[in-house]
Nanobody
């Protein structure tokens, strides 16, 4: 049984920063691809970034490159999303996803139906 729980959301002004955390538990969880998605009401959930096993490089959506950083503490099974230079269009519910066992697929091909497990979500609100 895999359990996923996010924390760290909140409200900030444009240009500010937030760090989200995701604790995942389960058998060999550090061998799974994990990532962050986000969703605003009325729109499809979209991938923000993914990261695979130790030594792999994260893959980000274009709109967050250079501003967001995904990292992972494999010993503690914690996934992070450091968000800098936040913009109002980053406002969304952010979800941690345990995608699949093994390497990550390219984010561009990762649909919201692909992840196996989800957290409950944490709200990020960026005001102008």
């Amino acid at each position: 049984q895999v359990q996923v729980m996010e924390s760290g959301g909140g409200s900030v002004q444009a240009g500010g920063s937030l760090r989200l955390s995701c604790v995942a538990s389960g058998h060999m969880i550090n061998r799974w691809c994990m990532g962050w998605f986000r969703q605003v009401p009325g729109k499809e959930r979209e991938g923000v970034g993914v990261i695979g096993i130790v030594g792999s490089n994260p893959d980000y959506r274009d709109s967050v490159k250079g501003r967001f950083t995904i990292s992972r503490d494999y010993a503690k099974n914690i996934l992070y999303l450091q968000m800098n230079s936040l913009k109002p269009e980053d406002t969304a519910m952010y979800y941690c996803a345990v995608v699949q066992f093994g390497p990550c697929p390219p984010l561009a091909y990762l649909t919201p139906s692909r992840p196996n497990y989800w957290g409950q979500g944490t709200q990020v609100t960026v005001s102008s």
